[in-house]
């Protein structure tokens, strides 16, 4: 995995300079298969196939704490003013604390998001474009 690149894209990520579908282009380029977003540990982790992680910071500050249930209908709406009105990550990292996530990993490969809430409740999102096998 080149942490340069894995390193670049997280920070891209923080400051709001590309878009999502480019952020995935260059983790998979860096070597990511899936990612893991921790908001209650401020930090996100990056692993390959070989299990070798790199370690990155969330650096926001003033974040909310995240709500004890998971709002499932506050999640997609956040999630949808990313895909469709290029919402700013911070913005989206605080929507979705307040809907109860307290992270999410990102399968790249697997095409999808799984949101993790406080009392183990999930929600999987798609990208744009995938869905299930045989669906």
């Known amino acids: 995995m080149d942490a340069t690149a894995v390193r670049e ?11 999502f579908p480019q952020i ?12 893991h977003v921790d908001y209650v540990g401020c930090c996100k982790r990056f692993y390959d ?8 910071p969330i650096s926001y500050e003033g ?12 999640l997609r709406d956040d999630i949808r003013d990313s895909q469709h009105h290029g919402q700013h990550y911070r913005d989206f990292t605080v ?3 307040r ?19 406080r009392t183990g409740d999930l929600h999987t999102e798609w990208f744009p474009g995938a869905g299930p096998k045989g669906s």
């Open 63 to 74: 974040l909310p704490a995240v709500a004890g249930e998971l709002d499932t209908p506050a």
């Open 95 to 97: 929507r979705a604390m």
């Open 49 to 56: 196939a070989a299990g070798s992680c790199v370690v990155t």
């Open 24 to 35: 995935v282009a260059q983790l998979i380029e860096a070597g990511v298969e899936y990612y």
């Open 99 to 117: 809907a109860g996530v307290q992270g999410y990993f990102a399968f790249l490969r697997g095409r999808r998001v799984t949101y993790l809430g």
């Open 9 to 19: 894209a997280a920070l891209a990520t923080l400051a709001g300079t590309l878009p």
